[in-house]
């Protein structure tokens, strides 16, 4: 956004997050334009119908090539006469597939889980019946880490973090085409384990891995040339995608973490950037409306609630132990939590009431003495007060 030099990959970006929010893009033409005109041409099948990014020498890359393809599926644009041809894409993607199921940047770099990941999403919205895809996610699941092989970090040989391992489950769970969640359900089941375990929905990032790193070497005008390549990862609204998608219905984490992205959302309309000294970027933007996109469209239910009509106009959901449980029960409970959160933020003005209740009982059976009454309430009352006082300072 603040770059002069506008690139493939934060074009398709853009422009797919108006498809998302089904808000009419006046840019459509020209990003269509500017990525057809981006489109390598080449004879070289492993090089023709990808984009380069702007700092890879024009060496066609996944990292911009998955992401303008998804885009292209996604949108459904590939038969305007703007749009670039998404057949050489998804044929650039498979002919520099890893021979092992998985990709790196190209053909010949070695494949990790991230790009791996975006591959199989480009896939998927261009052709979820693509051959390629089984291969590609039987690679991704024995990628899961050594350290604890039911979630995933860069690569198998690194720590596991909440936002690969999150990536990796949004990204099986949102395969649509000839897998089916029963061939992955036990790594599924395990891998959301441990990211409901090990997340953390109070902040934005995944402090384990805010940027993942790597070195590409590829062929440039007939020489070797080795450059920098770096993916941002804002944690939070990959996790918050991935829980939308549970196998058994959307956990109570997932709102929190919609909580979170909701609050930490800046007043220009971006969230606040995984290197704090870096401009403003579309990356700052993309995860975080992708997951608001989730939650207005996808169901928190898994299908295996059991639903009550309360009356016309509200209903309620029970899933677990509660589906057999009888409703006034459940209604009991509601009212035993109320009762609970009343008495550990009231206690001290409970305790004072119930004290000055005694005093003027015992006072009016001439138990007690009007001084008694006063040293036996100083106490309560400063109880009261110090209460009081935090309360004020919370708000």
């Known amino acids: 956004m603040d770059d002069p030099n506008p690139g493939p990959s934060a074009t398709a970006v853009a422009l797919e997050l108006f498809y998302r929010c089904t808000v009419p893009s006046p840019f459509l033409q020209d990003g269509l334009t500017f990525l057809k005109a981006r489109q390598v041409a080449s004879t070289e099948i492993k090089a023709d119908g990808g984009w380069a990014v702007n700092t890879s020498f024009g060496h066609p890359v996944l990292e911009a090539t998955s992401v303008v393809t998804r885009f292209l599926g996604t949108a459904r644009v590939e038969l305007l006469a703007a749009g670039p041809d998404i057949r050489r894409a998804v044929a650039w993607i498979l002919n520099n597939q890893d021979p092992c199921g998985g990709w790196g940047s190209f053909y010949g770099q070695p494949p990790r889980t991230w790009l791996t990941g975006l591959a199989l999403q480009a896939l998927n919205a261009a052709n979820p019946h693509e051959p390629s895809i089984g291969p590609a996610v039987d690679w991704l699941l024995r990628q899961r880490s050594r350290t604890a092989p039911t979630a995933w970090g860069e690569s198998h040989l690194s720590d596991p973090t909440v936002v690969h391992t999150a990536f990796c489950l949004l990204v099986l769970?949102?395969?649509?085409?000839?897998?089916?969640?029963?061939?992955y359900s036990d790594a599924v089941a395990d891998g959301y384990e441990w990211l409901i375990d090990n997340l953390d929905p109070t902040t934005i990032f995944d402090?384990?891995?805010?940027?993942?790193?790597y070195n590409i070497t590829g062929i440039v005008d007939d020489r070797s040339v080795t450059w920098h390549g770096q993916i941002w990862h804002h944690g939070l609204p990959y996790v918050f995608s991935a829980l939308m998608r549970h196998p058994e219905g959307t956990p109570p984490a997932a709102f929190n973490a919609l909580a979170t992205i909701v609050r930490t959302q800046l007043p220009d309309g971006h969230w606040p950037n995984v290197d704090g000294s870096a401009p403003r970027s579309i990356w700052d933007v993309y995860p975080f409306i992708v997951a608001i996109s989730d939650a207005r469209t996808l169901t928190p239910f898994s299908?295996?609630?059991r639903l009550d009509w309360l009356r016309d106009d509200t209903m309620l959901a029970r899933r677990g132990k509660a589906r057999n449980q009888r409703l006034e029960t459940l209604g009991w409970k509601v009212r035993s939590t109320w009762l609970g959160t009343t008495m550990k933020n009231h206690w001290a003005t409970i305790l004072l009431i119930i004290c000055i209740v005694f005093s003027i009982v015992l006072f009016a059976l001439n138990r007690v003495e009007v001084k008694d009454i006063a040293l036996g309430l100083l106490l309560p009352l400063l109880l009261f007060f110090v209460q009081e006082g935090r309360r004020r300072r919370r708000q």
């Open 173 to 183: 769970r949102q395969l649509t085409g000839l897998l089916t969640d029963w061939q």
């Open 207 to 213: 402090n384990a891995s805010r940027v993942e790193s």
């Open 303 to 305: 299908g295996q609630e």
